[in-house]
T-cell receptor, first 116, second 113 residues
């Protein structure tokens, strides 16, 4: 079946502009995560959605970052007033359930964001 | 605070050799330790995972060794192949909270013929 789909695959934007990144998780997966991967760094947790529960936003680096998940499926990560330090690959992942022992994270190929 | 420290940052191994990547953690609440493999332009994919109730887990050429008292775990790739060339991330999570994974910074492995 189809994997996690992210769009766009690449995004170049000017400093100060807003951007929206989209994630289509695997059908039936209730858990959805956003991570950020900067050059030479590991994966930095941003936000987690599980079903209809309130999202865990503890990883969002500033109030310029927000995310929503509509209908328990598609998710959008929005970055307002982008800064150069926001340049990174933004990865979305989904899993079948929060019981990670039996349900690994399935990652999309990411959106490479470049802020000029 | 980096909760999972991974080394080395890069590794070059001859084809047929053994690749070893090490990770250390600080949070004693961690109880799940996966390794992810990432090829250029792709998202990470789960390679193998271990829980602290066992000291070793093997899947094909890939083995995780776990030392709970030292709070360390490592990935061994036996008979390394050029197709294994990728970036490897160790990670850890605890049973509490949102099950978010804390990742190491990654090791870029190059297997040369």
């Amino acid at each position: 079946g189809a994997g996690v789909s992210q769009s766009p695959s690449n995004k170049v934007t000017e400093k100060g502009k807003d951007v929206e990144l989209r994630c289509d998780p695997i059908s039936g997966h209730t858990a959805l995560y956003w991570y950020r991967q900067s050059l030479g760094q590991g994966l930095e947790f941003l936000i987690y959605f599980q079903g209809n529960s309130a999202p865990d936003k503890s990883g969002l680096p500033s109030d310029r970052f927000s995310a929503e998940r509509t209908g328990g499926s598609v998710s959008t990560l929005t970055i307002q007033r982008t800064q150069q330090e926001d340049s990174a690959v933004y990865l979305c992942a989904s899993s079948q359930s929060p019981h990670r022992g039996s349900s690994p994270l399935h990652f999309g190929n990411g959106t490479r964001l470049t802020v000029t | 605070q980096q909760q999972v420290k991974q080394s080395p940052q890069s590794l070059i191994v001859q084809k047929g050799g053994i690749s070893i990547i090490n990770c250390a953690y600080e949070n004693t609440a961690f109880d799940y330790f996966p390794w992810y493999q990432q090829f250029p332009g792709k998202g990470p994919a789960l390679l193998i995972a271990i829980r602290p109730d066992v000291s070793e887990k093997k899947e094909g050429r890939f083995t995780i060794s776990f030392n709970k008292s030292a709070k360390q775990f490592s990935l061994h790739i036996m008979d390394s192949q050029p197709g294994d060339s990728a970036t490897y991330f160790c990670a850890a999570s605890s049973g509490a909270g949102s099950y978010q994974l804390t990742f190491g910074k990654g090791t870029k492995l190059s297997v040369i013929p």
